[in-house]
C-alpha cells in the first residue's frame, strides 16, 4: 500500500473549522487517470495551500508545478512525490481573475516555479514570499504572458531588448559589506547567468542568483509541433541532457499516444542514457578538479571524456547523442560489432579510473580543497527537494530509476550512491560511484539485449490525451508533461529540468565559503542553465 | 605522489601530434592553422566565447579543444577570460533576446580590428529554435558575423577548420 491512500484518508477541516473530515472527500480523485502512471487529484482552488500543508507535514517532496491556458481557465498543476509514487494536483482558476494561493510558503521549491507561472500566465499566487519577476526580463511587456493561447509566438520584440536593470536585489548594510555583481557574459566557457555576492572581506554572506538569460521560448515554440519536431527540441532543452530529455518527452508521448515501444529499443535507450551520465561525469570530475588548478586530473579526465565520446560517434553517429532517441523507438541499432566495443569501453574505462582515483586519492591538497567546502546539509537539501548528485551527497535517497523504476531499469540490478557528507568532494566521489554503478548497467543492458525491432508504428494521440514523462537525467530527476490537440500537434509541453530544483540550493551551500572557492562550488552542483530558462 | 607520476609517464603525451599523427586530418589541419598565425598574427590569436542562449552543447565540444588530444593552443589559439583581451568572438546560440544587450556590449569591448564565428546551427540559421518573442535567431541579426560554422554541435575537427577558414580571409 503506497503514501497516497493513506493520506487521503488523513482528518483536517478546511472548510469548515468544527467539522474534521478525511482529506478524500474534498478532492476529486481522476480514478482513471488520462496519465496512466499517475494519480490525478482535483481540487478546489481555495484548496491550494492547505494541501501543501497537510502534504508538508506528511513528508511529502514538492517535484513540479506548472499551469495550461484552456479557453477561459487557467489549469494549474503541482507534482508530489513519496516514496517513488506520485501524484499530481490540478485545480481550474479563471482567466479573468487568475489566483491562487501559493504554495511557496510551504515548499521553498514553488517560489522560482510560481514566479515562472506568474509571469508566463499571469497568475497572481496570493501571499506568495517573493513575487519579482524571475523568467521576465525586458523582451515582452509587464502585462503580456507569453504561454497565453493568444499572445504570438513571434510576440512583438522592441528592435533591441534592453538589459534587465532595477532588478531589486538584495542588499547588505553595514562597515565592509560589499556587492559583486558577476555575469551574464562569464569568464570560462559557460552558460550565461547573472551572480550577486554580498561579501565582507572574501567571505560570502548571500548570493543571489539571477537566471533568465538563456529563455528561449522552449515551451511556446512547442506548441503546434508533431511528436518529432518535439522530441528534436527536447533534445536541445540542455546539450548534455539530451538523451534524458528526449526520452522523457518521448516517454510522455507515447503514453499520451498509447504506444508501446519495442524491448530492443527501451534497452538501446538505457545504454544511451548512462552512456550520456558518464561522460557528463567524466566532464564534471575534471572541471571540479581544474577549479582547484590540479590539472592533473582534469586532463586525465577529458582524455578519458574524449576517448568515450568517440565511442559515441562511431556506434550512434553522434559525440552526444542527439536525436538517437526519436518518438517510438530509436533511430540507431547496436550491431554485434558495436556491442563488443561497448563491451571493451567498460573493460577500459575501469581500469583507468581505477588507477586515476588512486592517484587522486592521495593527493592531500586536493583533499584541502574540497572537502569541507560547499557544505550542504540534508535538512536543507531535503527543504529544497534537490535530487541527484546533489541530493544523493546530503544523504536524500531518491533515484528515478530505482525508486519509481521503468523499463529497462526494471530488468537490472544495481545499487543507488549515497553520501551524507554533504560537501564538494562527497560530491565528486559520489560521481566516482555512479559511474561504476552505470558500467555494470550498461554492462547488463548488453548482456540483456532483446533481440527484434527498434522502432514500432506512431499512433495519433486522441484530442487532449496527456502524458507524463519521468526519468533519471545525470543530474537526477527529470519530469515532462504533454498535451496533445489535434492532428497529432503538441498542446502544451512542459520540461522540469532537474537544475530548477538544485539551483537554489547553490544559494546556501556558499554560504560562509570564500568568494574564491565560488568557482568550484558552482561546478560540484553544475546546473544547468539552459534546462532553468527553457 | 609517485602514483600521480606514474600515471602521467604511462599515459604519455596522447596529443594528436602533427609530426606523428594519429588523426591526419587534424594535422593537416593543424599545420595549415599555425602556418596562418605565425605569419598574420604574430604566432597567436586570442579568443573569446559567449554563449548568447545556446543549450550548452556547443559549449561541450569547444570545451574539447582544449583536451589533450586536440590542444589547440599548441597552434597559437587560446581562450581569454575578457573580450578585451581577445581578437576573435565565438559566439552560440540562438541570441535570446535577454542576452541582447549583453553580446551587444561584449561586441563593442572587444578591440578592433576583431573578427565574429558564429558556432553551431542555431548561431548560423536560429537552429531548432529560430526565431520568436524570446529569440532574435542567427548571431548575424545582432552583430555582423565574419565566419559560421555549422553542426549541431559542430565536432572539434569541424571546429578547428571553421577558424582555419577565419585565418585564410
Known amino acids: 500500500m503506497n503514501w497516497t491512500s493513506t493520506f487521503l484518508t488523513q482528518q483536517v477541516n478546511w472548510l469548515d473549522a468544527e467539522i474534521s473530515k478525511p482529506i478524500g472527500e474534498y478532492i476529486g480523485v481522476t480514478r482513471h487517470s488520462p496519465l496512466h502512471s499517475v494519480a490525478v487529484w482535483q481540487i478546489e482552488d481555495k484548496h491550494w495551500q492547505q494541501f501543501a500543508v497537510t502534504a508538508k507535514a506528511d513528508n511529502v517532496r514538492w517535484v513540479a508545478g506548472w499551469a495550461e491556458h484552456a479557453d477561459r481557465q487557467f489549469i494549474v498543476n503541482a507534482k508530489f512525490e513519496k516514496n517513488g509514487v506520485y501524484v499530481v494536483l490540478r485545480t481550474v482558476i479563471n482567466v479573468v481573475k487568475p489566483e491562487l494561493p501559493t504554495q511557496a510558503t510551504v515548499y521553498p521549491a514553488a517560489n522560482r516555479s510560481e514566479r515562472h507561472s506568474q509571469d508566463m500566465f499571469g497568475i497572481k499566487f496570493i501571499g506568495h514570499p517573493d513575487n519579482r519577476r524571475w523568467t521576465r526580463h525586458q523582451a515582452w511587456d509587464k502585462h503580456q504572458y507569453p504561454l497565453r493561447k493568444d499572445f504570438p509566438a513571434h510576440g512583438e520584440p522592441a528592435e533591441i531588448t534592453p538589459p534587465d536593470m532595477h532588478y531589486d536585489f538584495i542588499k547588505g548594510h553595514g562597515a565592509g559589506v560589499y556587492e559583486i555583481p558577476v555575469g551574464p557574459v562569464h569568464a570560462g566557457i559557460i552558460e550565461p547567468g547573472h551572480f550577486r555576492f554580498l561579501a565582507v572581506g572574501e567571505l560570502i554572506l548571500n548570493l543571489e542568483e539571477r537566471l533568465g538569460y538563456v529563455h528561449k521560448g522552449i515551451e511556446k515554440i512547442a506548441e503546434g509541433r508533431t511528436p518529432e519536431g518535439l522530441a528534436r527540441l527536447a533534445g536541445r532543452i540542455s546539450g548534455d541532457t539530451t538523451v534524458s530529455h528526449c526520452w522523457a518527452a518521448c516517454m510522455a508521448m507515447e503514453q499520451a499516444a498509447e504506444v508501446t515501444v519495442p524491448r530492443r529499443a527501451l534497452f538501446i535507450r538505457g545504454i544511451l542514457a548512462e552512456r550520456e551520465r558518464i561522460a557528463n561525469h567524466l566532464g564534471d570530475m575534471g572541471a571540479i578538479c581544474n577549479d582547484v588548478a590540479f590539472t592533473f586530473a582534469q586532463m586525465q579526465f577529458t582524455r578519458l571524456r574524449e576517448l568515450w565520446l568517440r565511442t559515441n560517434a562511431t556506434v550512434f553517429g553522434h559525440r552526444l547523442l542527439m536525436d538517437v532517441i526519436i518518438p517510438a523507438g530509436v533511430s540507431r541499432d547496436v550491431s554485434e560489432a558495436s556491442c563488443a566495443l561497448l563491451q571493451q569501453d567498460i573493460v577500459w574505462l575501469r581500469k583507468e579510473l581505477t588507477s586515476i582515483m588512486t592517484a587522486i586519492d592521495l593527493n592531500s591538497s586536493l583533499e584541502d580543497r574540497l572537502y569541507t567546502a560547499g557544505y550542504l546539509s540534508p535538512e536543507i537539501a531535503a527543504a529544497f527537494g534537490t535530487v541527484g548528485y546533489v541530493g544523493r551527497a546530503s544523504g536524500q535517497d531518491f533515484d528515478v530509476r530505482r525508486d519509481a523504476t521503468y523499463p529497462p531499469y526494471d530488468q537490472v540490478n544495481f545499487k543507488v550512491a549515497l553520501e551524507d557528507q554533504g560537501d564538494i568532494a562527497s560530491r565528486f566521489w559520489i560521481r566516482h560511484k555512479e559511474i561504476m554503478a552505470s558500467l555494470k548497467l550498461i554492462e547488463q543492458f548488453i548482456k540483456l539485449l532483446p533481440e527484434g525491432d527498434i522502432t514500432t508504428e506512431w499512433l495519433t494521440p486522441a484530442i487532449d490525451n496527456e502524458g507524463l514523462g519521468i526519468v533519471d537525467g545525470f543530474r537526477g530527476e527529470i519530469i515532462s508533461y504533454v498535451r496533445f490537440a489535434a492532428d497529432n500537434k503538441i498542446a502544451r509541453f512542459y520540461p522540469r529540468d532537474p537544475s530548477i530544483l538544485n539551483w537554489p540550493a547553490l544559494e546556501k551551500l556558499v554560504l560562509n565559503n570564500i568568494v574564491p572557492d565560488f568557482p568550484v562550488c558552482n561546478k560540484s552542483l553544475n546546473g544547468s542553465y539552459s534546462g532553468n530558462d527553457l | ?169
Open chain 2, 1 to 169: 605522489m609517485l602514483r600521480l607520476f606514474k600515471k602521467i609517464l604511462t599515459t604519455g603525451i596522447v596529443t594528436e601530434k602533427y609530426t606523428a599523427p594519429k588523426d591526419a586530418e587534424l594535422e593537416s589541419l593543424g599545420i595549415a592553422i599555425k602556418r596562418r598565425i605565425d605569419k598574420q598574427f604574430s604566432g597567436s590569436i586570442a579568443i573569446r566565447q559567449v554563449d548568447a542562449g545556446s543549450c550548452n552543447g556547443c559549449e561541450l565540444e569547444i570545451h574539447a579543444l582544449n583536451n589533450p588530444f586536440y590542444d589547440i593552443e599548441r597552434f597559437g589559439i587560446h581562450f581569454v577570460a575578457s573580450p578585451r583581451h581577445a581578437d576573435v568572438l565565438l559566439v552560440t546560440g540562438p541570441v535570446s533576446r535577454h542576452m541582447q544587450t549583453a553580446l551587444l556590449r561584449t561586441y563593442e569591448a572587444t578591440p578592433n580590428p576583431k573578427w565574429v564565428v558564429a558556432v553551431g546551427d542555431c548561431a548560423v540559421c536560429g537552429g531548432e529554435f529560430g526565431q520568436s518573442y524570446a529569440s532574435c535567431g542567427a548571431v548575424s541579426n545582432v552583430i555582423p558575423v565574419d565566419v559560421t560554422i555549422s553542426g549541431c554541435p559542430p565536432t572539434p575537427l569541424a571546429l578547428m577548420k571553421g577558424l582555419l577558414g577565419l585565418l585564410e580571409r
